[in-house]
């Protein structure tokens, strides 16, 4: 078995929001389970390292994900249907975007 950075029904591309994002390539349900988009370290900025799902959401007033955050780790779930193509967004908790 060889080493996914994303589940197998996601893809990074082009965002119309800031540089790229991360899509949709399948339909996904809602109340979904993304994964892990962060770890709990001290050692690194905001108190977390950030995995390759972590590193390309992107954020929106209107998302489609939320985060939840646990002891050890910031995690991404659907909050409704997300359409095969559509961008998947969440309101960032660590930090504000920069406008």
């Known amino acids: 078995m060889s080493y996914r950075p994303l589940p197998p029904y996601l893809t ?13 390539i399948d339909s996904i349900d ?41 002891d050890e780790f910031i995690k991404l779930k659907t909050i409704k249907e997300i359409k095969a193509g559509e961008e998947l967004t969440a309101t960032y908790t660590l930090y504000k975007p920069k406008s």
Not at 12 to 24: D, Q, V, Y
């Open 30 to 70: 809602a109340n979904h389970m993304i994964g892990v988009t962060h770890v709990r370290d001290n050692r690194f900025e905001d108190g977390y390292i950030r995995t390759p799902l972590g590193g390309f959401f992107n954020h929106s007033e209107t998302p489609n994900c939320e985060v939840i955050v646990d």
């Open 12 to 24: 990074i591309g082009k965002s119309e929001i800031e540089g790229n994002g991360l899509f949709a």
